[in-house]
């Protein structure tokens, strides 16, 4: 599967220094990547869990962002 995260315009842009944490289950291991602003694609467990950290790299304590999905 391919993800790609699209923040607001009025957000910090998404980059290597301003990245989330994808985790995953791939052959029954946990696995993580970082979402630094391109798709990223991954090969999950089937039915396994995918987590997006609810903060990125540079979130102040009080901060966290909020997801909505689509599929296309």
Do not use: H, R
């Amino acid at each position: 599967m391919t993800i790609t995260l699209n923040p607001s315009p009025t957000s910090i842009p998404v980059n290597s220094s301003n990245y989330f944490t994808i985790s995953y289950t791939q052959s029954g291991t946990t696995k993580s990547v970082q979402y630094t602003g391109s798709p990223v694609t991954i090969q999950a467990d089937a039915n396994s869990v995918l987590t997006i950290s609810a903060t990125s790299s540079q979130s102040g304590t009080s901060e966290e962002w909020c997801f909505s999905i689509s599929s296309m």
